[in-house]
């Protein structure tokens, strides 16, 4: 059993899986765990789509259809997602993670069609068997997307409770309204996000990657007098 310290340092987003099954109890169980998840005034606010075998298939055709299709702007419904205009420090540190990911994986700045195909490997769950799609009633507001922000860590805490390892996946969101149909969804559900499960691919160049944090001085402040 890992420690909840080990359970949170292990944790690192995954981008390439073995073909191994993950059973429905495993995903079941991990789900069971991770619905202990606080929420304001106990709204548990999330909703979960479990996508295996032929479902996660339809999912990830009929997004990478739409992925290749004529190119235009592809948003999440709420926008901004992250920042209106992407400012430093933050840029930086994004900046840095994606080409740590691309020098991984071979691809050099201005490789287009390169960096279009590693986004591609988000909709096929990067190969695991198991996809998960979150979504939460379209009119929640801030407190309860706060909420589903601690549910999505929890799950993927307890997945690692199980050896199992997830990578969170807002690229699902810039595909709300193709998502939202598969799965059979009116627009009183929004997209939030995907998430990947299954067991690491270690062999592959990309899980060599190890992100930075920033040290305490930098975001934490002390206060005792
Ligand atoms: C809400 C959320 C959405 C994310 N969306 C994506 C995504 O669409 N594709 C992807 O490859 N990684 C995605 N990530 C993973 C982040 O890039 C990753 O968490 C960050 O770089 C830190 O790395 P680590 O998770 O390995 O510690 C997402 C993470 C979070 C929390």
């Known amino acids: 059993m890992l420690s909840v310290d080990e359970a949170m340092t292990s944790r690192r987003?995954?981008?390439?899986?073995?073909?191994?099954?993950?059973?429905?109890?495993?995903?079941?169980?991990?789900?069971?765990?991770?619905?202990?998840?606080?929420?304001?005034?106990?709204m548990q606010p999330w909703k979960v789509h479990v996508l295996m075998d032929v479902a996660k298939e339809r999912?990830?055709?009929?997004?990478?259809?739409?992925?290749?299709?004529?190119?235009?702007?592809?948003?999440?419904e709420r926008e901004p997602f992250y920042l209106e205009k992407m400012r430093e420090p933050y840029?930086?540190?994004?900046?840095?993670v994606g080409w740590d990911m691309y020098g991984l994986v071979g691809i050099e700045k201005g490789e287009k069609e390169k960096m279009k195909a590693q986004a591609a490997e988000n909709f096929r769950f990067f190969g695991a068997p198991v996809?998960?799609?979150?979504?939460?009633?379209?009119?929640?507001?801030?407190?309860?997307?706060?909420?589903?922000?601690?549910?999505?860590?929890?799950?993927?805490?307890?997945a690692r409770g199980q050896?199992?390892?997830?990578?969170?996946?807002?690229?699902?969101?810039?595909?709300?309204?193709?998502?939202?149909?598969?799965?059979?969804l009116d627009q009183t559900q929004t997209v939030v996000c995907g998430m990947?499960?299954?067991?690491?691919?270690?062999?592959?160049?990309?899980s060599k990657l190890i992100t930075d944090r920033e040290d305490l001085d930098v975001f934490v402040n002390f206060l005792d007098e």
């Open 13 to 42: 987003s995954v981008r390439s899986y073995l073909p191994d099954a993950v059973s429905r109890e495993t995903v079941a169980h991990i789900l069971n765990v991770a619905k202990r998840s606080p929420s304001g005034t106990n």
């Open 131 to 158: 996809g998960l799609i979150f979504t939460v009633d379209e009119d929640f507001g801030f407190g309860s997307w706060l909420d589903i922000g601690m549910f999505l860590e929890n799950v993927m805490l307890a």
């Open 163 to 184: 050896g199992l390892d997830t990578c969170a996946q807002a690229a699902f969101g810039s595909y709300y309204e193709v998502v939202r149909t598969v799965l059979g």
């Open 196 to 206: 990947s499960l299954g067991k690491e691919d270690s062999s592959a160049p990309i």
């Open 59 to 76: 999912m990830t055709n009929a997004v990478l259809k739409e992925f290749y299709g004529p190119s235009r702007p592809h948003e999440h």
């Open 91 to 96: 840029l930086g540190r994004r900046r840095k």
